[in-house]
């Protein structure tokens, strides 16, 4: 067992998808290193870097290997990110704040997102805000409705709820009536 570290453009690596690098970028990046099939690539030191679900991740990287995941997350445009949510800098590891998070549970798949997409404000995109070390910047991803034209709500298939990540006042009244409208409950995230 070991510890795993992430080139994400997602805070929170679990939810890479959401934001994701992809494996055109990733491939044109790396392309100077060793590359075993399907999407690993090796480092100098014998770090193995693995591409999956829009993420790069490597177990236990040394010291050396952190050194070159910021290097390539630097031409990405992307976090280095440890499973505890750390953001390590050329300086270490640091904590990086996030926006609250809220949930509207339970959501069924047979009403999302038609439910959101007929009220005002709500619009499917394949274009989603993040934030990256550079600044807020627009990337491409999986379709996913937005409020306002700026605000992400993304639904978890996993236990049916949708999250969006603000503290915007108006935005959480809208997911509020949103969550009305579905039958469920909006709520604050304890993560």
Request: negative net charge; charged residues 20%.
């Given at each position: 067992?070991?510890?795993?570290?992430?080139?994400?453009?997602?805070?929170?690596?679990?939810?890479?998808?959401?934001?994701?690098?992809?494996?055109?970028?990733?491939?044109?990046?790396a392309?100077d290193?060793?590359?075993?099939?399907p999407a690993?690539?090796e480092?100098?030191?014998?770090?193995?870097?693995?591409?999956r679900?829009?993420?790069?991740s490597a177990?236990?990287?040394?010291?050396?290997?952190?050194?070159?995941?910021?290097?390539?997350?630097?031409?990405?445009?992307a976090?280095?990110v440890?499973?505890?949510?750390?953001?390590?800098?050329p300086?270490g590891p640091v904590?990086v704040?996030l926006p609250?998070?809220?949930?509207?549970?339970?959501?069924?798949?047979?009403?999302?997102?038609?439910v959101?997409?007929?009220?005002p404000?709500?619009a499917?995109?394949e274009?989603?805000p993040?934030?990256?070390?550079?600044?807020?910047?627009?990337?491409?991803?999986p379709?996913?409705?937005?409020w306002s034209?700026?605000?992400p709500l993304?639904?978890?298939a996993s236990?049916?709820?949708?999250?969006?990540?603000?503290?915007?006042?108006?935005?959480?009244?809208?997911a509020?009536?949103?969550?009305?409208?579905?039958?469920?409950?909006?709520t604050?995230?304890?993560?």
């Amino acid at each position: 067992m070991g510890y795993d570290v992430f080139i994400t453009r997602n805070l929170e690596w679990y939810h890479a998808a959401r934001c994701p690098i992809g494996l055109a970028e990733w491939r044109a990046v790396a392309a100077d290193l060793p590359w075993y099939p399907p999407a690993c690539v090796e480092l100098p030191d014998g770090t193995a870097l693995w591409y999956r679900a829009g993420a790069v991740s490597a177990k236990h990287p040394s010291d050396a290997a952190i050194a070159a995941m910021l290097a390539l997350a630097t031409a990405l445009d992307a976090w280095v990110v440890g499973e505890e949510l750390e953001v390590y800098t050329p300086d270490g590891p640091v904590e990086v704040p996030l926006p609250p998070a809220h949930r509207l549970a339970p959501v069924h798949a047979s009403d999302w997102p038609g439910v959101a997409l007929r009220r005002p404000g709500f619009a499917l995109s394949e274009r989603t805000p993040a934030r990256l070390p550079s600044g807020v910047r627009w990337i491409a991803c999986p379709p996913v409705v937005l409020w306002s034209a700026s605000v992400p709500l993304h639904r978890d298939a996993s236990d049916g709820s949708v999250e969006l990540r603000t503290d915007d006042a108006a935005a959480l009244r809208e997911a509020a009536a949103l969550a009305a409208d579905l039958g469920a409950t909006l709520t604050a995230d304890g993560g």
